[in-house]
């Protein structure tokens, strides 16, 4: 491989939430309150959804030329940037038809949905979401006065989390519900949604005259055999009542950094969500965040993502593998996207008479820093970071082995 996925990143004292934990372990930040890392023990960073890997070249390059002018006025964003996103989404997920107009800047995914919410709803309207649910599409809905209605997906005889349509369409109908968020691919499962999945739960919201807030932020990490395919272009329809949501963030891990963008095609709903987003005077790109997703757009990103998705794919295959030969009464589903697994340990505690709190405590205190997953609906669920060189993957799952689920 050209680029350093192998090498463990020192990133204490770096601005590093992950790493540099101690409040997070006080506070229960993780799940936990009051945690202490047992003596000898070191930091293995597998809760917030960042990774741990040098990010491409090409991004510090942009950065470092544009700090090198001792101005940083008021601006606005270049052809560049536009050019880049249009490319960037032709190359890596087929859109076509797509033009600087149908782009907007967002500080970051949740404050566009909520903004495309405002827009689609009124306060106290119920929002189709799917369940296991990504919480912080929880915080935002409740913080903003909507009410969270959840459809359980379900598990088929081969593992693969489904969409459960007839729920849908129930709780559509029987509670006149007019605005969901899809999450594609899924966070924290990790589907990747086929092409007749997304047509049949997008032909539902047209039966129902329902507007979609599709959160794309994970599509770029897709794991080996599978393909994203954007909501917008499933068909007609879907590209008149969807707002979509995209950032270099978790692709480049650029979180620190703040941007993320929407694609909207219709003028009615564009429009008016732009205006939502003026409103308040809060939605404003930051220059060097403008050059961070020019440099991560460039032909060398392209290459250093492939490079980065070979590499999770390994470290998702031998942690599923090892987790079915060796945690016994742990579940998985392999993921197809993102980096993150989302284990039920539903058996294990039942087996072994302990509780999550438990559970998850005896693995903090060896290091392994994993996250609760019940905040996410997952009654039994941890949800477990794989973004890191495959050597500290190892090192978790051996600890995990040795002092908690065969201790």
């Given at each position: 491989?050209?680029?350093?996925?192998?090498t463990l990143m020192d990133r204490r004292g770096r601005d590093a939430l992950?790493?540099?934990?101690?409040?997070?372990?006080?506070?229960?930040?993780?799940?936990?309150?009051?945690?202490?890392?047992?003596?000898?023990?070191?930091?293995?960073?597998?809760?917030?959804?960042?990774?741990?890997?040098?990010?491409?070249?090409?991004?510090?390059?942009?950065?470092?030329?544009?700090?090198?002018?001792?101005?940083?006025?008021?601006?606005?964003?270049?052809?560049?940037?536009?050019?880049?996103?249009?490319?960037?989404?032709?190359?890596?997920?087929?859109?076509?038809?797509?033009?600087?107009?149908?782009?907007?800047?967002?500080?970051?995914?949740?404050?566009?949905?909520?903004?495309?919410?405002?827009?689609?709803?009124?306060?106290?309207?119920?929002?189709?979401?799917?369940?296991?649910?990504?919480?912080?599409?929880?915080?935002?809905?409740?913080?903003?006065?909507?009410?969270?209605?959840?459809?359980?997906?379900?598990?088929?005889?081969?593992?693969?989390?489904?969409?459960?349509?007839?729920?849908?369409?129930?709780?559509?109908?029987?509670?006149?519900?007019?605005?969901?968020?899809?999450?594609?691919?899924?966070?924290?499962?990790?589907?990747?949604?086929?092409?007749?999945?997304?047509?049949?739960?997008?032909?539902?919201?047209?039966?129902?005259?329902?507007?979609?807030?599709?959160?794309?932020?994970?599509?770029?990490?897709?794991?080996?055999?599978?393909?994203?395919?954007?909501?917008?272009?499933?068909?007609?329809?879907?590209?008149?009542?969807?707002?979509?949501?995209?950032?270099?963030?978790?692709?480049?891990?650029?979180?620190?950094?703040?941007?993320?963008?929407?694609?909207?095609?219709?003028?009615?709903?564009?429009?008016?969500?732009?205006?939502?987003?003026?409103?308040?005077?809060?939605?404003?790109?930051?220059?060097?965040?403008?050059?961070?997703?020019?440099?991560?757009?460039?032909?060398?990103?392209?290459?250093?993502?492939?490079?980065?998705?070979?590499?999770?794919?390994?470290?998702?295959?031998?942690?599923?593998?090892?987790?079915?030969?060796?945690?016994?009464?742990?579940?998985?589903?392999?993921?197809?996207?993102?980096?993150?697994?989302?284990?039920?340990?539903?058996?294990?505690?039942?087996?072994?008479?302990?509780?999550?709190?438990?559970?998850?405590?005896?693995?903090?205190?060896?290091?392994?820093?994993?996250?609760?997953?019940?905040?996410?609906?997952?009654?039994?669920?941890?949800?477990?970071?794989?973004?890191?060189?495959?050597?500290?993957?190892?090192?978790?799952?051996?600890?995990?082995?040795?002092?908690?689920?065969?201790?």
């Amino acid at each position: 491989m050209k680029y350093d996925f192998t090498t463990l990143m020192d990133r204490r004292g770096r601005d590093a939430l992950a790493v540099d934990v101690d409040a997070a372990l006080k506070t229960g930040m993780l799940g936990i309150q009051g945690v202490e890392i047992r003596e000898g023990f070191s930091v293995i960073p597998m809760w917030i959804a960042d990774m741990n890997f040098a990010t491409v070249p090409t991004i510090q390059e942009h950065i470092i030329e544009r700090v090198k002018h001792p101005a940083f006025g008021y601006f606005r964003p270049t052809a560049d940037y536009f050019n880049a996103i249009i490319r960037w989404q032709e190359n890596r997920h087929g859109v076509t038809g797509l033009q600087p107009e149908h782009i907007g800047y967002e500080n970051g995914v949740l404050g566009g949905v909520v903004s495309a919410l405002n827009v689609m709803c009124s306060r106290g309207d119920k929002v189709l979401l799917h369940s296991p649910t990504y919480i912080g599409f929880s915080h935002s809905l409740e913080d903003n006065g909507y009410q969270a209605v959840h459809t359980e997906l379900k598990l088929d005889e081969e593992g693969v989390w489904r969409m459960d349509f007839e729920d849908m369409e129930e709780k559509l109908r029987s509670q006149k519900i007019h605005a969901a968020i899809l999450c594609s691919p899924h966070n924290p499962t990790g589907r990747v949604w086929e092409r007749w999945e997304l047509e049949r739960a997008m032909e539902l919201f047209r039966k129902y005259d329902v507007y979609v807030v599709s959160d794309e932020i994970w599509s770029d990490l897709i794991l080996s055999g599978h393909q994203h395919i954007p909501t917008q272009m499933v068909s007609k329809d879907a590209r008149q009542r969807t707002v979509a949501l995209y950032a270099p963030s978790k692709t480049f891990n650029l979180a620190g950094l703040v941007g993320s963008y929407h694609i909207i095609y219709n003028d009615w709903l564009r429009h008016r969500v732009e205006r939502e987003e003026r409103n308040p005077h809060y939605n404003s790109m930051n220059v060097l965040s403008m050059h961070a997703l020019i440099g991560a757009y460039q032909p060398e990103g392209y290459r250093w993502l492939d490079e980065l998705c070979q590499v999770l794919t390994e470290n998702v295959d031998f942690a599923c593998r090892y987790i079915a030969e060796r945690f016994q009464g742990v579940r998985v589903s392999h993921p197809q996207a993102t980096y993150m697994l989302f284990l039920d340990c539903a058996e294990w505690c039942a087996a072994h008479g302990k509780t999550m709190d438990e559970l998850e405590r005896a693995g903090m205190e060896v290091g392994v820093l994993w996250q609760d997953g019940r905040a996410f609906r997952g009654p039994h669920a941890i949800r477990m970071n794989l973004a890191l060189p495959k050597s500290q993957v190892e090192e978790a799952l051996h600890r995990l082995d040795q002092y908690v689920f065969n201790a």
